[in-house]
């Protein structure tokens, strides 16, 4: 079975443009959630898709969007970036989103904003 | 709400020492509790967690934590360490269903 993939790896952006994070769920995996992970931090939750439909936001501002497919893979769009977004992105899938069940995580995509 | 305290940012133990992590957690209803690790420029992995019944629960590569309520703690051990263990590691837990909560992370070190 394949993991969780992420495009791209890495990228640069200078401040006030806006940025797509891609992410191919795991097979099998309904579920889809986004994580910030800042240099040194551990990851803070954005949100999280169940079945094309929000069910879960942490504390990010609106111009943190996202979108499940059917297929279930998902996009996180960031506008008006700023400095402070900078930070490695990470998708990770399950296959519902009961508390028990564990998140499988890709690789992460590294923002760098200049 | 949901927090996790990670005890001690870096962590350095010679190869073949134990290995201990600390891991504290807040949570208004019984969590569920992980350790996840993460290798340079990688993705976290599960080490290992704990949902229900034993409160003691293997995981790979040797680790192994204890669920203890009364101190709200989830350390990770693992009896000997090895090179390959040098990586950061992140407690985690998870009540809800929506949203992981992790720690700071730990930073492994062995030393040869």
């Known amino acids: 079975e394949t993991g969780v993939t992420q495009s791209p790896t890495h990228l640069i952006k200078t401040r006030g443009q806006q940025v797509t994070l891609r992410c191919s769920s795991q097979s099998g995996h309904n579920t889809v959630s986004w994580y910030q992970q800042a240099l040194g931090q551990g990851p803070q939750f954005i949100f999280q898709y169940y079945r094309e439909e929000e069910n879960g936001r942490g504390n990010f501002p609106p111009r943190f969007s996202g979108l499940q497919f059917p297929n279930y893979s998902s996009e996180l769009n960031v506008n008006a970036l700023e400095l402070d977004d900078s930070a490695l992105y990470l998708c990770?899938?399950?296959?519902?989103?009961?508390?028990?069940?564990?998140?499988?995580f890709g690789a992460g995509s590294r923002l760098t904003v200049l | 709400a949901q927090s996790v305290t990670q005890l001690g940012s870096h962590v350095s133990v010679s190869e073949g020492a134990l290995v201990l992590l600390r891991c504290n957690y807040s949570s208004s209803v019984p969590p569920y509790l992980f350790w996840y690790v993460q290798y340079p420029n990688q993705g976290l992995q599960l080490l290992l967690k704990?949902?229900?019944?034993?409160?003691l629960v293997k995981g790979i590569n040797g680790f192994e934590a204890e669920f203890k309520k009364s101190e709200t703690s989830f350390h990770l051990t693992k009896p000997s360490a090895h090179m390959s263990d040098a990586a950061e590691y992140f407690c985690a837990v998870s009540n809800t269903g929506n949203q992981f909560y992790f720690g700071t992370g730990t930073s492994l070190t062995v030393i040869p």
């Open positions: 704990y949902t229900t019944g034993a409160t």
């Open positions: 990770a899938s399950r296959t519902e989103w009961t508390a028990a069940n564990v998140l499988t």
